[in-house]
């Protein structure tokens, strides 16, 4: 009897052990997922979550692998979440054959070693816009090949500003933009709108002031530097600008010009079509420089990588895959589907060509920078944080603009060192 | 206990009255859940507002002139993720449970050796950030080649709810009457069937709520699905959201709108659960 | 109150009873069954054990090598990262954000606890009256758990959104000025408790209820007897009688409200500047707010909030113990 109890209990115990192992263990048989499939099969990451099986990114991605002779496997990730997912892969020598990344991020992956530059997969990268590949250019090496590109302009309501008498083909200095949102103010209306948020989207939409002013990313603490910092932080003390574009995202700034509301919103490409759509008689300007003309603003896009491989043999099929993505034809495309303005001379054209609406924002991107450019590289991230930061403290008035960027140029010293 | 039973016999014959004196606590609870599920209520609003009224200042507290796009896109994209994400929270809930358990019953009634320290332990653990979590985790799948399989998810929700069920499981089995387990010693039951016959019955109450929350957590985790299932063919409905959330755009119509749908289903199944439940207990204090 | 559930075991366990041995051998020697009761008691335990092991080992290893090492991408990627030992705590502790972040990690989560509990456990009082409805609606408070917390911030910091929320809507038509909640400095931080505190009520409601079902109804009984006022019952009976479920609901409330980063992230992205970043905001906007990850300081920074929680911890096996005794 007694055995019999101590026998149950060992039993007992062992229950609870294969319970465990049954949980653990039970469920790891079938096949193996991730990327390491069969020889034929190639995976591709990007940032395009919005695009399910069925739609023409898709089904283009497809098309390139099988004339590559292959089969893609394609997974579309939330944009913040592809680059911790790309280094984890990395880590683990799991990287997709084909990486299509954010710029910003790029001299970050080529910074970890994670990616193949352009020579050793000899691509020839010649047809590009040279200030578009920058972007993917780290120490004189390429990292990459642009998907496209787009970046920051001034769209406005024309409603708006003819009832306030403002011409908007005047607009060619921050002194005459200002006259205007104060017209409009007195007329009634809102002045512009745009996305001051305390991450990269804001220093984003921070920079075309920041460049208009003819200051410089390596010294946050200029007085150009505090001159553009005190054209945004007036906006919003004054009521040019609301409240709100302290935490505003570049889709909420958008919202706030779709109700109508506003004059002005600085905003991207991709809203094209948005704007189409509305009932808003919109034109488009570029972000005016201090001084006058037009202020470099940002690029903004994705670059298709080839990331390193164990197996150096697959870069051959990646880099057809590669090619076939960005042949004039597919550039049309894709940029059409993404809004986005191509890289090259001759896919331009042809979008032009089929959308005339373009051509304000084909000159854009001919004016932008790259972020990363004057070889900042990976120190461009530690810049950019305590910028937007500065750009946080001064509009919400902890800060004035000069105190605000002298402590980000401390901290950006020391982060870079 | 046999006083409950009486009590409810004492009840019955004036419930009549007894709905005319508690209908103030209706109306009473009616205003608190209002105000509790008024944020729910603004994001079906907002769901259902076209963009350009979307930041309408003052905002519009209905919405007149709805758009249902968001809702399309949904019913067209989505509504085999809710699948997906109903198996993950029912495979977590009975994982959890099936571990949790028998481990809080020892550390409550058994007293092993170092279970202070283990209780202890578990608190740690909960501390770790997920993501860091999470991290670990892709390289363990990874290597065990459970990468994107809904079963390697399953696991990994429910190391949210394990600790946390053994805490709870704990601290109310260690209230359960030691004269109930003697009792059940005394009739020849070892350990297990006293657990499985006694001490789980009994503990009715804190199954549920342990089961709800590793539901919930389940239902609603998005790191660990992103990690380790983002990849595979079957999605949760938290990566759904995702696909409307793109570099510069947030289509937030359908963000709303996936939101709304997939609290539908697991709504009822609460509701649902909470009367079983409400039921189940009364039906046990009478049997008692 | 022989009747009360929640007795302390050693007093109820009554060894041996008249007619218990009878037909049973002699028990075996008291060091055996030790043995084997540990031997039983361990196997319950084995599962959780082993998940333990599994499942949390590694990623606190991970955690804490990674505090002190000097990570960057590159060396997170081939991993020969360099010993530096406490330097990235030093760093930390010198950095000019660790003070407001200690002070905002404090305050929201005191303050959230505070609130959470309190209206909670008046929550689960009041559903715990059966009236018509009241299980429908107590399952309905946990509708806002069902929502994907980017859904549920979301929603929040459009309600509060400075120009076009809901919340200054209100506050105006009242004739008030409405509140920058989410862009002023002053406001920010009350804005993500008061998100979180939202948050937070099912949670305590759903524990506190289960465990007053567990109380019997007999006391109530008897206390009615007595002549015990609803109040009288609550601050002699339910309360007391809660202590150990409310322990415990504190101290993961404590444990969960450290290390929220969703909603404050979401909300504000601890901005504007620094007025709303707790440590647990810290660590992620470290390691994975610009497109550079830092995971060294991220990782110290959050082995800081593990340590906050390791103190609690202490303190409540010390209350436990004190109550056991």
């Known amino acids: ?417 | 206990m046999s006083s409950i039973t009486t009590r409810l016999s004492n009840v019955a014959p004036g419930s009549r009255r007894r709905g005319r004196r508690t209908w103030h606590k209706t109306l009473l609870g009616l205003v608190f859940t209002a105000i509790m599920l008024f944020p729910i209520y603004w994001m079906v609003n907002v769901s259902l507002t076209p963009a350009d009224r979307m930041r309408s200042s003052p905002p519009s507290w209905f919405p007149f002139a709805p758009t249902f796009d968001g809702y399309i896109a949904v019913i067209q994209q989505q509504l085999p993720y809710l699948g997906t994400s109903l198996v993950i929270g029912l495979g977590t809930v009975l994982l959890t449970v099936v571990v949790a358990a028998p481990a809080a019953y020892s550390l409550a009634k058994l007293r092993p050796k170092g279970g202070g320290a283990l209780s202890f332990v578990l608190l740690v653990a909960q501390m770790i950030p997920q993501v860091i979590v999470a991290m670990g985790f892709y390289a363990i799948y990874l290597n065990l080649g459970i990468l994107n399989q809904p079963a390697g998810l399953i696991i990994a929700d429910s190391t949210l709810a394990v600790p946390f069920g053994v805490l709870i499981f704990t601290a109310f089995m260690s209230g359960i009457p030691d004269e109930l387990m003697s009792a059940a010693k005394l009739d020849g039951a070892g350990t297990m069937r006293t657990f499985l016959s006694v001490v789980l019955p009994v503990s009715r109450n804190s199954i549920v709520t342990v089961s709800l929350f590793a539901f919930l957590w389940a239902w609603s985790d998005f790191v660990f699905s992103s990690t380790l299932n983002s990849g595979g063919d079957a999605q949760t409905i938290t990566l759904g959201i995702y696909r409307y959330i793109g570099n510069n755009n947030q289509d937030w119509n359908s963000i709303m709108a996936t939101a709304v749908v997939a609290s539908i289903p697991a709504t009822i199944l609460l509701i649902v659960a909470q009367r079983y439940v409400a039921a189940g207990v009364t039906a046990g204090a009478v049997k008692d | 109150m022989s009747s009360t559930i929640i007795e302390r075991p050693e007093a109820a366990v009554p060894d041996g009873r008249p007619a218990t041995n009878a037909g049973l051998p002699p028990r075996p020697s008291l060091k055996k069954r030790f043995r084997a009761d540990q031997l039983t008691a361990w196997g319950f335990i084995a599962p959780v054990v082993a998940y333990l092991v599994i499942f949390y080992a590694y990623p606190l290893f991970k955690n804490v090598d990674l505090s002190v090492r000097d990570y960057t991408v590159r060396s997170f990627i081939d991993g020969n990262a360099p010993f530096v030992g406490f330097a990235n705590f030093t760093a930390i502790f010198q950095n000019p954000t660790f003070g407001p972040a200690l002070v905002h990690t404090l305050l929201f989560t005191g303050i959230s606890i505070a609130f959470q509990f309190t209206i909670g456990m008046a929550l689960a009082v009041f559903f715990f009256q059966n009236f018509r409805l009241s299980s429908t609606l107590r399952a309905l408070f946990l509708v806002p758990w069902l929502l994907p917390l980017i859904v549920s911030a979301s929603t929040w910091s459009w309600m509060m959104n400075s120009d076009s929320g809901v919340i200054n809507s209100v506050i105006q038509s009242f004739g008030g000025t409405g509140i920058n909640w989410l862009t002023s400095p002053h406001w920010a931080l009350v804005a993500v408790i008061i998100a979180n505190i939202w948050i937070g009520i099912p949670f305590n409601l759903v524990i506190l209820y289960s465990g007053l079902q567990n109380i019997s109804t007999d006391i109530y009984e008897a206390a009615s007897l007595d002549g015990a006022n609803a109040s009288q019952k609550f601050w002699r009976i339910t309360f007391p009688l809660l202590k150990p479920v409310s322990a415990i609901t504190i101290l993961l409330g404590l444990v969960y409200t450290l290390k929220v980063f969703d909603i404050i992230w979401i909300m504000t992205k601890g901005g504007p500047g620094d007025s709303s970043t707790t440590f647990a905001i810290w660590s992620y906007q470290l390691g994975f707010g610009s497109t550079l990850p830092d995971f060294s300081p991220a990782a110290a920074v959050g082995n800081l909030l593990i340590v906050i929680a390791l103190i609690f911890g202490f303190l409540y096996l010390r209350v436990q113990k004190r109550q056991d005794a």
């Not at chain 1, 049954?22 to 020889?39: F, H, P, R």
């Not at chain 1, 607009?171 to 709108?193: E, M, P, Q």
């Not at chain 1, 150096?312 to 057809?320: E, Q």
């Open chain 1, 1 to 417: 009897m007694i055995s019999f109890f101590r026998r149950k209990r060992a039993l007992t115990a062992l229950a609870g052990l294969a319970v465990a192992t049954v949980a653990l263990t039970g469920c790891s048989t079938g096949s193996g997922g991730g990327s390491s499939a069969a020889k034929g099969t190639y995976t591709f990451w990007d940032p395009y979550p919005q695009f399910d099986a069925s739609s023409a990114w898709t089904k283009l991605v497809e098309k390139c692998g099988t004339e590559a002779g292959v089969t893609i496997k394609r997974t579309g990730y939330d944009t913040s979440d592809l680059t911790s997912k790309a280094l984890l892969a990395g880590q683990q020598g799991n990287s997709p054959d084909l990486l299509l990344v954010d710029n910003p991020v790029v001299s970050t992956l080529a910074d970890a070693g994670l990616l193949t530059d352009t020579s050793e997969t000899k691509t020839s990268t010649s047809d590009i816009e040279a200030n578009i590949l920058a972007a993917g250019q780290v120490d004189g090496k390429t990292y990459g090949v642009p998907i496209g590109a787009n970046t920051l302009a001034l769209y406005y309501n024309k409603k708006i500003l003819s009832a306030a008498g403002v011409d908007a083909s005047k607009i060619t200095t921050w002194d005459s933009l200002t006259a205007a949102l104060a017209k409009v103010k007195a007329d009634g209306k809102k002045g512009i709108t745009f996305s001051a948020i305390g991450t990269e989207e804001g220093s984003f939409q921070f920079l075309p002031w920041y460049w208009g002013s003819g200051a410089d990313l390596t010294k946050l603490d200029s007085s150009d530097a505090a001159s553009a910092l005190s054209l945004w932080t007036d906006w919003v003390d004054k009521g040019y600008a609301p409240n709100s574009v302290i935490n505003n995202t570049q889709t909420t700034s958008w919202q706030e010009f779709l109700t109508g509301d506003f004059a002005f919103s600085e905003n991207g490409t991709w809203q094209l079509a948005g704007v189409k759509a509305s009932k808003i008689d919109y034109g488009i300007i570029s972000i005016p420089a201090k001084a006058g003309g037009a202020a470099p603003a940002p690029t903004g896009g994705e670059f298709l990588t080839i990331p390193v491989q164990k197996d150096s043999a697959r870069y051959a099929v990646s880099k057809k895959i590669q090619s076939c993505l960005t042949s004039t034809a597919n550039y049309v495309s894709t940029d059409t589907t993404l809004s986005y303005v191509a890289p090259t001379k001759a896919a331009q054209e042809k979008q032009v060509a089929a959308d005339p609406d373009l051509e304000p924002w084909v000159t854009a991107v001919g004016d932008a920078k790259g972020r990363t450019s004057d070889n900042l590289g990976t120190k461009y991230p530690k810049i950019s944080e305590q910028l937007w930061k500065a750009v946080q403290n001064s509009l919400s008035g902890s800060q004035t603009p000069d105190a605000a960027l002298k402590q980000a140029q401390t901290a950006a010293a020391a982060a870079i060192k």
